[in-house]
Structures are given as C-alpha cells and as structure tokens.
C-alpha cells in the first residue's frame, strides 16, 4: 500500500489531479471506511476546493463541508490578462456547482472560530463538528508599512491582488488614464502571494500603453534588490518594449537604487522613496501581505504573520488537528502560488488519509510551476522540486528549470500556450 500511496502522491504533485486518481489509486487507496469521519475546509480557493475534491475521493464516505463565504470565486492567474482587457473577468471566475455534486457540503456563510476543544467550526448561523479541519483561507494586507496608506485608500490607489472588484478599479483606471500618462507600481520585499505576479503585470501593462496610449510608460518602484526570473523579465522587456534605451516605456528602481516606497501622498498623487517623489496618474500599490485575518483570530499564525506547519502533513504547530494549506501556511521555499497550493492539498489530503487510516505518513515531495505572460506571445516559466526535509521541517529545492536565456522564438510562444493548459488543469481539478 505505501508504494501505492507513493505513486499516487507523484501523479498528484505534478497536477495530474482530480481526474487521474480513479486511474492512480487502486482498490487499495480508496477504501471503503466502518468509521464516518467529519472533515471542514475553511477557505474555497485552490488550496481549499482541490483538497476537498482530493479527499472525497480518496475517502468517499467523509462527510465533507466547505466553508467558504462567497459564492463565485475569482481567479489570481491570469488576472493580468483581464487587467489588459485580454479576458473576460467570466473566464476567471468560478462556482461550487461540481463540488455540491460530488457530494461536498458546501456553506456559503464566513467562518469565525475554530473551537479546538470541542473540534467545531463556528459560522454565524451554524456549527461543524470536524475530526480534522483545513484552513486555506488565503491572505490579507498589511498597509501600515507605507506612510499615508490606508484600507480605506485601496479603492482609489488599489492593489488588484485580491478579489475581482479591485482588478476592475485598477482596470477602469488604466482605461480612463490620458495617452501621456505615468503608472507607478511598487511592490514589497517580504513574502507575498505569486512571487513573479507584479513583474508579469508590469509586462501586461506596458503591451497595454503600446498598444492603447503609446505616449505613456509605467515606473516600477520595488522594495527588492532583485526579483524572480529577473533576467528572463528583463530580456523579455528588452525584446518587447526597449527596455533599457531612452524609448522603454518601463523603468525599473529596485531597493539598491533607492525603489523601495516609504510614503504615500494622497492629496498629490505621489509615492515617496529614497530616488525621489514620482507622481502617478495611476498608483498601483501591492501591499506587505500576511494570512488571512481567520488565521490570526484563531491562533493559528507565528510571529512573522504565517502559520507554521509540520512540512510532512500541513498540520499546523499551533492548534492540533488543524491543517494550513495555500497561502496563509509558511511553507519556507514553497512559493505562494496557486500550482503550490493545489500540491499542498493534494499532499495534505494523502497524509489525512494515512491518518484517519492508521498508515505510517510519507515524506512528501513538493512541485512549483509558474509561468509568466509576458505578452501576447511571449511567456517564460519556472519549474522547481521539492522535497520534504523530516530532520528541519524545511521544504529543500531539488532541481529547478528556468527557460533558458537563449531560448528560440518558438518556445516563448509555446510557453503561452502551456501557461493556458496548465491553468485549465488546475480550475479543472479546482472546481471542475
């Protein structure tokens, strides 16, 4: 059986998903149980929807409940190509229909304790008893870190790095923008939700002004001294938008050269930094991120604003009996993306499995891809393994495959078209 588990777990962390583990687990995975275990997910994103689909079919008679309190859910990846006008927002939102069908109860109310004690889940209207509990409940902000930001100024100065309605603010601001006009971005240096995501909006952008305001360019302040697949961006910009001759329509200040925003000044429309005051006709700020709110109010997270978790099982090293997947878990190299945080599931739901089922647990394996669209027909990506350190707790870097510097054409424009697949797989074994 544990070479069985072995192999499932490899089809499930390379994203195989949903529709592969009829095909991966034998009779022997998929038992049929004496006991009913009662499992409640908190949070119905990729990390949370894949994990409940993973275990329902792992474990068919779990009764499961998501507690999510959305009815529709909308998309991080891709949302670039949204921002832009590429896609429509309809392609990037999702509901909880196959879910409710496969026999998941799914509760759209907002989950507000966890009682470890009693092992209960509390929504405004209703009470979940659980053996194990999921939180995947994603991240919230930090504006304290910038001088005269606010929450309440995310509307008019907006991060569009969660939730639909802030990507359409940034979008109609883009759209409204005069031709001649200057977008300012900054971004931190700390953790913070898809690692490449703002050098990927960055590029969407610039295609966008060449395209729609020609007479306009975009100036990127960043907290970092340097940023992921920095060299394939920088190429890519190069090649695209003359990045580095007085025609670029991108400038890019990182933190050596003084980038990193201290302070925002509302009333003129300017961020403050050591290279200077620039003012902006669109203001872009992605915030410090942390976990999400939930995750704090129930114990959950460390002193850096994640939470820690045993690497082998995601179970949080807080509150037993309660797992972290996604974003809000610290999962040292693991980046927070939504590739990862579907492995983090699918892992998480295998070692649930081997739990309720009295099963020595594996050390797991881990996988990372991310591609970044660059243009229209241009993407380059990044493929990392992992492996689980039992000795550390870390999650160590195996190999990673970056897209080579020196790459044909060709592959730009193949790597767009895999980018497209692979987010199809993962929406697919997401929400069906």
């Given at each position: 059986m544990i070479d069985d588990r072995r192999t499932l777990l490899k089809w499930l962390i390379t994203g195989a998903g949903i529709a592969a583990l009829d095909a991966a687990a034998g009779p022997s995975i998929k038992m049929s149980q004496a006991k009913v275990y009662k499992v409640v997910v908190v949070g119905g994103g990729f990390a949370g929807a894949t994990f409940a689909r993973t275990l329902k079919r792992l474990i068919p008679n779990t009764v499961i409940t998501l507690i999510e309190e959305y009815t529709e859910y909308f998309s991080g990846p891709l949302s670039a190509e949204c921002l832009t006008g590429k896609r429509n927002e309809e392609t990037l939102t999702f509901d909880y229909k196959k879910l409710v069908s496969e026999g998941i109860n799914v509760v759209h109310e907002r989950a507000l304790t966890i009682d470890a004690t009693q092992k209960v889940v509390k929504t405004p209207n209703t009470t979940h008893r659980y053996d194990r509990c999921i939180v995947a409940a994603g991240i919230d902000f930090d504006f304290d870190h910038i001088k005269g930001h606010s929450e309440g100024l995310a509307d008019v100065f907006p991060h569009a790095w969660k939730g639909k309605d802030q990507l359409s603010a940034l979008k109609k601001q883009l759209e409204e923008m005069p031709d001649g006009g200057t977008v300012l971005m900054s971004a931190p240096n700390t953790e913070y939700r898809c690692p490449p995501g703002p050098y990927e909006r960055v590029s969407q952008i610039a295609e966008y002004l060449i395209a729609h305001k020609p007479n306009s360019k975009i100036i990127f302040l960043d907290s970092k001294e340097r940023f992921p697949k920095q060299a394939q961006f920088e190429l890519a910009w190069k090649q695209l938008y003359?990045?580095?001759?007085?025609?670029?329509?991108?400038?890019?200040?990182?933190?050596?050269?003084?980038?990193?925003?201290?302070?925002l000044r509302p009333d003129t429309r300017e961020l403050v930094c050591q290279a200077g005051a620039f003012k902006g006709d669109v203001i872009n700020i992605i915030p410090r991120q942390k976990a999400d709110l939930f995750t704090a109010a129930n114990g959950l997270t460390g002193e850096n604003g994640w939470c820690p978790v045993n690497t082998q099982t995601f179970e949080s090293l807080k509150v037993a009996n309660v797992h972290v997947i996604g974003d809000a878990a610290d999962a040292h190299s693991l980046p927070k993306s939504a590739f990862a945080a579907a492995c983090q599931a699918r892992v998480c739901a295998l070692a649930v499995y081997s739990l309720f089922n009295q099963l020595p647990l594996m050390t797991p394996e881990y996988m990372n891809v991310c591609f970044s669209l660059c243009g229209t027909h241009y993407a380059i990506s990044v493929t990392v393994s992992y492996q689980q350190n039992p000795q550390t707790n870390k999650i160590d870097v195996i190999s990673t495959n970056i897209t080579p510097l020196d790459a044909p054409k060709t592959q730009y424009v193949s790597e767009v078209q895999s980018a497209y697949a692979m987010f199809n797989s993962m929406a697919s074994g997401a929400f069906g």
């Open positions: 003359g990045y580095g001759t007085a025609e670029s329509i991108i400038t890019w200040i990182g933190a050596q050269q003084g980038g990193t925003v201290t302070e």
